[in-house]
T-cell receptor, first 112, second 116 residues
Framework: QKEVEQDPGPLSVPEGAIVSLNCTYS??????FMWYRQYSRKGPELLMY????GNKEDGRFTAQVDKSSKYISLFIRDSQPSDSATYLC????????????FGAGTRLTVKP | DSGVTQTPKHLITATGQRVTLRCSPR?????VYWYQQSLDQGLQFLIQ???????AKGNILERFSAQQFPDLHSELNLSSLELGDSALYFC???????????????FGAGSRLTVL
């Protein structure tokens, strides 16, 4: 079993839809949870950063962390074609980031 | 532009050869990370350097080595290349004294290696 599991998709939705992306993990020591967005032929870029459990909202994006279930989610409201990308979850336990683990990434396409 | 510079962008070489990938971190960042991304394996952590010293090792093959120089740029050396080494190689940097600064990675655009 991988430490971080993420459905690779692909996921295709119509413009304006609400998108839900999810990751599960097995290491209960993880405390820092990130979502990165990667456009084709580009490097990943940080989208959301959360610490421990709870919700964090930034514009159309909401990140949720449920540590009791070892489950994190990213919601995209009013999805746009420009949101079409691969979304990677990432998580780590320590300050110095030695143990950061990435999910495999979910490829999302938002159709106009 | 993320501030992390990687060269070359593309590289095509033959099996058995050796290549060097170069990375300049974002200004002020002391940590450099190397990742390998392939279609079937996702983003795999290879190695981390902090201010010139090796900090952590991931799934890095013995045929691969890296170093970080006094000016903080880093090089990843891949030798005795095999077909399976074809992948995107990303460099990332992080910095700052805050926990978020240490955890947030800024990635370069990657070096695409094709081994024929």
């Amino acid at each position: 079993q991988k430490e971080v599991e993420q459905d690779p998709g692909p996921l295709s939705v119509p413009e304006g839809a609400i998108v839900s992306l999810n990751c599960t993990y097995s290491n209960s020591a993880f405390q820092y949870f990130m979502w990165y967005r990667q456009y084709s032929r580009k490097g990943p870029e940080l989208l959301m950063y959360t610490y421990s459990s709870g919700n964090k909202e930034d514009g159309r994006f909401t990140a949720q962390v449920d540590k009791s279930s070892k489950y994190i989610s990213l919601f995209i409201r009013d999805s746009q074609p420009s949101d079409s990308a691969t979304y990677l979850c990432a998580m780590s336990s320590f300050y110095n980031n030695n143990d950061m683990r990435f999910g495999a990434g979910t490829r999302l396409t938002v159709k106009p | 532009d993320s501030g992390v510079t990687q060269t070359p962008k593309h590289l095509i070489t033959a099996t058995g050869q050796r290549v060097t990938l170069r990375c300049s971190p974002r200004s002020g960042d002391l940590s450099v990370y190397w990742y390998q991304q392939s279609l079937d394996q996702g983003l795999q952590f290879l190695i981390q350097y902090y201010n010139g010293e090796e900090r952590a090792k991931g799934n890095i093959l013995e045929r691969f080595s890296a170093q970080q120089f006094p000016d903080l740029h880093s090089e990843l050396n891949l030798s005795s290349l095999e077909l399976g080494d074809s992948a995107l190689y990303f460099c990332a940097s992080s910095g700052g004294d805050s926990v978020m600064g240490a955890n947030v990675l800024t990635f370069g655009a990657g070096s695409r290696l094709t081994v024929l």
